[in-house]
């Protein structure tokens, strides 16, 4: 999908209250999964080695979002913006 339906399909879970997920490209596609236990004591076995998949086999650039932290608003254009500066902040973009 483009960023423009990454940040759509976003925004209704950071509106409500769903607050982490991991974003990344396979290919030129924009891909995101629902990673709830990101900074939580008890992490998922399974959901960090989906990470870990998705960091080493697919995209070395994934980037891990959390919608407190990470965003000031959830407007569409924002929430576009943002997840292209975080990668940024990683030197990926």
Partial sequence: MRIQEL???LQEGLEEGVMNYIVYQEGRQWKYELY???NSENVNEEEEKR???IKYRLD???IVIN???DF???DLKYIQKQ???LRSE???V
């Fill in 51 to 53: 990470f870990l998949y």
């Fill in 90 to 92: 990683k030197g990926y």
């Fill in 72 to 74: 000031d608003s959830y």
């Fill in 7 to 9: 940040a759509e399909e």
């Fill in 83 to 85: 997840i292209k500066a």
């Fill in 60 to 62: 070395d650039e994934v």
């Fill in 36 to 38: 709830p236990s990101f």
């Fill in 67 to 69: 919608g407190k932290k």
